[in-house]
């Protein structure tokens, strides 16, 4: 073969990869936020606003006018994050309050707290989501599942007065495609049963779902929307402590995951786009309505879920 012939090939294939590589990344990070509505005055929390698409969500909200209420766990970093959300967003209307998912006195200590200050609330974010390996909540749950679906039930639920007084009011539960591996089994709940750590991720991810569809029925009379995303493939710490996991995100496919910016940017939507006030029970990827898994729109498992839920969380039973 001709050398000219070769050096042709070997350059069409360069940059047929090349372009492919090029797609792949605009593929896995698309999805943008682009009204630049304002949401003056309107009380919001965030959970897990200290780091990643959290904080982002908090910069991005504060920059609207809103009032911000980040809360975390670590005080420490919490103020840090204060610092660095106020700095970025020009803005001095953001606040934090101390929080621990892991803990429903905590939790119930904290609206306490927030509703000393406040007496409205439009929009609740439960962002905060971790990994945990071989531990329990002060209460006695496995800790994923106890901090990603029962805390921000039981958060949600001592909050739900303040967001019917203040609708249309908003909620937005931070969710994962994850979910789709999961199914719910009558025992999850059970500390001594034996889960990996990505199960019980994906497990608490579709108890998200699976409730966000449940209260959006139960709330829809109160024009209260309750809607779920997947951030996408996001560059965040969630699994800080899981060293392999952490330098396969951070070096090799890093170009290909979303940064935090971007990964906030379906949650922001649900937020604030006036376009879904009345929108609720949904569940959004890359800024767009995506459909869930069979298992997620089981009524039977969100119904008997609900109800579990409630009771495990000490909750009155109280019907909406
Ligand atoms: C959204 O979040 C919390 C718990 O996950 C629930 O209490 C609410 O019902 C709503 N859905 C949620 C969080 O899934
Ligand atoms: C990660 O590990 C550190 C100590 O190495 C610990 O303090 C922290 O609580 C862990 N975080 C999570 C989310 O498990
Ligand atoms: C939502 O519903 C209300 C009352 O039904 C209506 O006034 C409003 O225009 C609707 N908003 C949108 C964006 O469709």
């Not at 119930?108 to 707290?113: A, D, L, M, S």
């Not at 905060?128 to 990603?148: Q, R, W, Y």
């Not at 029962?150 to 303040?162: M, R, V, Y």
């Amino acid at each position: 073969m001709e050398w000219w012939l070769i050096l042709i090939i070997v350059l069409s294939v360069l940059i047929a990869f090349g372009t492919f590589l090029y797609l792949f990344r605009l593929y896995m990070r698309q999805g943008r936020y682009k009204k630049q509505n304002r949401i003056d005055h309107n009380v919001v929390i965030i959970t897990g606003a200290n780091t990643g698409i959290g904080k982002e969500t908090a910069i991005d909200l504060a920059r609207r006018g809103a009032r911000v209420y980040i809360a975390c766990r670590d005080i420490k970093r919490g103020l840090d994050a204060l610092d660095d959300i106020r700095r970025h967003s020009r803005s001095d209307f953001v606040y934090f309050l101390q929080l621990d998912l892991a803990s429903f006195d905590s939790i119930r200590n904290f609206v306490q707290r927030f509703r000393e200050h406040e007496h409205k609330l439009h929009i609740l974010i439960n962002n905060a989501g971790l990994l945990a390996k071989n531990s329990n909540t002060k209460d006695g749950f496995e800790m994923t599942i106890g901090v990603n679906h029962l805390g921000h039930f039981l958060l949600t639920h001592l909050l739900l007065d303040l967001l019917i007084v203040s609708a249309p009011s908003r909620i937005v539960n931070v969710s994962s495609l994850g979910h789709k591996f999961a199914k719910l089994e009558y025992d999850d709940f059970d500390s001594n049963k034996k889960m990996s750590v990505a199960t019980a991720y994906a497990k608490s991810k579709l108890m998200n779902i699976l409730f966000t569809r449940k209260l959006a029925q139960k709330l829809i009379a109160e024009k209260v929307s309750v809607n779920s995303c997947h951030p996408g493939c996001v560059r965040t710490e969630i699994a800080r402590n899981f060293s392999t996991y952490d330098f396969l995100t951070t070096k090799i496919l890093g170009e290909f995951l979303k940064s935090p910016y971007e990964g906030a940017q379906t949650q922001i939507r649900i937020a604030v786009d006036p376009e879904l006030e009345n929108v609720t029970g949904k569940y959004f990827v890359d800024c767009k309505p995506a459909s869930v898994s069979k298992e997620a729109k089981n009524d039977e498992k969100a119904e008997w879920l609900y109800r579990k839920s409630y009771e495990l969380v000490g909750l009155e039973k109280i019907e909406l």
